[in-house]
């Protein structure tokens, strides 16, 4: 669950509201909480607060009670203040100081709340570039924002991330086609289904047919390339955070990986990488870019 107004009201310091936003990075979300031990402790506070923000707006997008729609109005309002006047929220009051450290804009923080938004209903995509417009709203913005924190603006590091960014976006929906479905929401293109001849009620089944399988691999197949495009952002990346971009590269390498182990059948269990899993991606992952630098 997020953190709200009331745990740390708008009388608490910012040092209050950058503990609050590590309390949510460091103890509520597996991805995260296994690769935040790697980041460079003079940036690890900002990080945690960019991840709050992006946490708490999908957690108003998918978990919230009442009416989604009011909820994520009403944060965006919240960043008006951010940039207009004082914040309530102890992650706004966070995001706030990042955005002024860091001469952020905007725009990567209204793309995010937006593409929350769009996800309210029944959510389609009739054509992969549809899907793809929809992770420029939904994960291009994440990766835009850890660039502005490490001080890269460059035109070329931005569409690297973006592909990074797009990827494991993309592998987040071929692992979660059921519990998606289970919430109105097939990222799956319509034109694809259309092409391999998949129904959405072969979504809800407990097992996948050999149509969907077929599906799930042309999926993954053009996800992989989206990763190996994004590759040469760490290689642009210095110090310990070229280890963290790594690893979250390679984390969703390893999803796909999962999916193609299970033989696409993502709707009979769950394709996940286990905690030892990722301790064990972090070690290699550390050792190979260790290599990598002494050669």
């Given at each position: 669950?997020?953190?709200?107004?009331?745990?740390?009201?708008?009388?608490?310091?910012?040092?209050?509201?950058?503990?609050?936003?590590?309390?949510?990075?460091?103890?509520?979300?597996?991805?995260?909480?296994?690769?935040?031990?790697?980041?460079?402790?003079?940036?690890?506070?900002?990080?945690?607060?960019?991840?709050?923000?992006?946490?708490?707006?999908?957690?108003?997008?998918?978990?919230?009670?009442?009416?989604?729609?009011?909820?994520?109005?009403?944060?965006?309002?919240?960043?008006?203040?951010?940039?207009?006047?004082?914040?309530?929220?102890?992650?706004?009051?966070?995001?706030?100081?990042?955005?002024?450290?860091?001469?952020?804009?905007?725009?990567?923080?209204?793309?995010?709340?937006?593409?929350?938004?769009?996800?309210?209903?029944?959510?389609?995509?009739?054509?992969?570039?549809?899907?793809?417009?929809?992770?420029?709203?939904?994960?291009?913005?994440?990766?835009?924002?850890?660039?502005?924190?490490?001080?890269?603006?460059?035109?070329?590091?931005r569409s690297l991330s973006a592909a990074t960014c797009t990827a494991l976006q993309l592998t987040n929906f071929w692992?979660?086609?059921?519990?998606?479905?289970?919430?109105?929401?097939?990222?799956?293109?319509?034109?694809?289904?259309v092409r391999f001849g998949v129904a959405e009620s072969d979504l809800a089944s407990n097992s996948a047919s050999p149509?969907?399988?077929?599906?799930?691999?042309?999926?993954?197949?053009?996800?992989?390339?989206?990763?190996?495009?994004?590759?040469?952002?760490?290689?642009?990346?210095?110090?310990?955070?070229?280890?963290?971009?790594?690893?979250?590269?390679?984390?969703?390498?390893?999803?796909?990986?999962?999916?193609?182990?299970?033989?696409?059948?993502?709707?009979?269990?769950?394709?996940?990488?286990?905690?030892?899993?990722?301790?064990?991606?972090?070690?290699?992952?550390?050792?190979?870019?260790?290599?990598?630098?002494?050669?």
């Open positions: 669950m997020a953190v709200t107004a009331r745990t740390v009201g708008p009388d608490r310091s910012c040092e209050e509201a950058y503990a609050a936003c590590a309390e949510i990075a460091e103890g509520h979300y597996e991805n995260f909480s296994v690769a935040s031990r790697l980041l460079p402790r003079g940036i690890r506070k900002y990080m945690y607060a960019i991840y709050a923000f992006c946490r708490h707006t999908d957690d108003l997008g998918d978990e919230a009670s009442g009416d989604r729609i009011a909820l994520l109005e009403e944060w965006e309002r919240e960043l008006v203040q951010v940039y207009r006047g004082d914040p309530k929220h102890p992650i706004m009051i966070a995001i706030k100081d990042v955005v002024q450290r860091f001469s952020i804009c905007d725009e990567p923080f209204r793309k995010l709340i937006h593409a929350n938004l769009l996800d309210q209903g029944h959510v389609r995509f009739d054509t992969y570039r549809d899907l793809i417009r929809y992770c420029e709203h939904s994960a291009v913005p994440v990766g835009q924002m850890v660039l502005y924190l490490l001080g890269d603006r460059s035109p070329e590091s692992q979660d086609v059921a519990r998606d479905f289970a919430m109105d929401r097939v990222y799956i293109p319509q034109e694809d289904m149509a969907l399988k077929s599906l799930l691999r042309f999926e993954v197949n053009r996800t992989l390339e989206l990763f190996e495009k994004g590759a040469p952002l760490v290689n642009r990346i210095d110090g310990r955070m070229r280890l963290y971009i790594a690893l979250f590269s390679k984390s969703g390498l390893r999803v796909l990986k999962a999916i193609q182990a299970c033989d696409y059948d993502v709707l009979s269990k769950r394709p996940t990488v286990t905690t030892i899993g990722k301790l064990w991606l972090a070690i290699s992952t550390a050792a190979r870019l260790a290599v990598l630098k002494r050669a």
